[in-house]
């Protein structure tokens, strides 16, 4: 038996988030996801979803000919199999990044690939699923994110990036509006306000596209 993942999209966009934000970009996204978080904007992909061999996968990235590989989900890190697909697109030559909940262990993951660690808020209804031992293997490399739906979520965001000195560990922080939750003037305007050392995000496939699955 091959080695196999359940997924349920392959697409090629431009990147909506993180560091690369702009860039083309293939997704890959896998099917299911232990949390629920009260703002997810990929529940179609909680169940469902083909399953398919990661050399089947890897065949259809390739012929997008892409620079940036993104595997998303879904939890990514729910399935074991993504370890190896992560290790296998790097191998491959791609600059990959992995969008995960901070819920799972990261530590298996291959050193090449960028992670974006979210920290769940208090207002996604799932903070209780940090990990937070996740946050000690985070390198220059990573990116952590806040979601970030009311005032309470910003300031318990500001809290964990001044006790964890997460400015310092990874190399972006990055604080999103939750999509319909927050507008993200007023975060904007909270984070000029207090200088903090983080980069607003903007979802811009959801500017472009209006949050249509595939793009
Ligand atoms: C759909 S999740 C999939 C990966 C992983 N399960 C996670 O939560 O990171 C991808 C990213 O979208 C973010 N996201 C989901 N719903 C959102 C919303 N309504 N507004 C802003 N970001 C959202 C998540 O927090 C996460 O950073
Ligand atoms: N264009 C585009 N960029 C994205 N970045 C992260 C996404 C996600 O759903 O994880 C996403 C997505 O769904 N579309
Ligand atoms: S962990 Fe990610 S995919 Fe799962 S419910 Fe939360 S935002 Fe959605
Ligand atoms: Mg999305």
């Given at each position: ?101 901070g ?13 974006v660690v979210d920290l ?15 946050i000690?293997?985070l390198?220059?490399?990573d990116q952590v994110k806040f ?14 990036l001044?006790?964890y000195?997460l400015?310092?560990r990874a190399?972006e922080v990055l ?41």
């Open positions: 038996m091959q080695d196999t993942l359940r997924i349920t999209e392959v697409f090629y966009s431009l990147q909506g988030e993180t560091r690369t934000a702009g860039l083309p970009t293939v997704f890959v996204r896998l099917t299911g996801c232990p949390l629920r978080c009260q703002y997810c904007d990929s529940a179609y992909a909680f169940s469902g979803g083909t399953v398919r061999t990661l050399d089947d996968i890897l065949e259809q990235v390739a012929g997008y000919k892409p620079r940036y590989v993104c595997v998303t989900g879904g939890e990514p890190l729910a399935q074991p199999n993504a370890i190896p697909l992560l290790k296998q697109l790097c191998d491959a030559g791609y600059e990959v990044s992995l969008e995960t909940s819920a799972l262990d990261i530590s298996a993951v291959d050193p090449r690939v960028s992670r769940k808020t208090p207002d996604s209804k799932e903070s209780h699923r940090n990990r937070y031992e996740n000690e293997l390198t220059a490399n979601v970030i739906c009311s005032r309470d979520d910003y300031e318990w965001a500001n809290s964990k001044i006790q000195g400015d310092r190399g604080f999103s509006p939750s999509h319909h939750d927050l507008n993200a003037r007023d975060l904007a305007d909270w984070v000029v306000a207090d200088n903090l050392p983080v980069r607003l995000q903007l979802q811009l496939h959801k500017y472009l596209w209006n949050d249509e699955p595939g793009r």
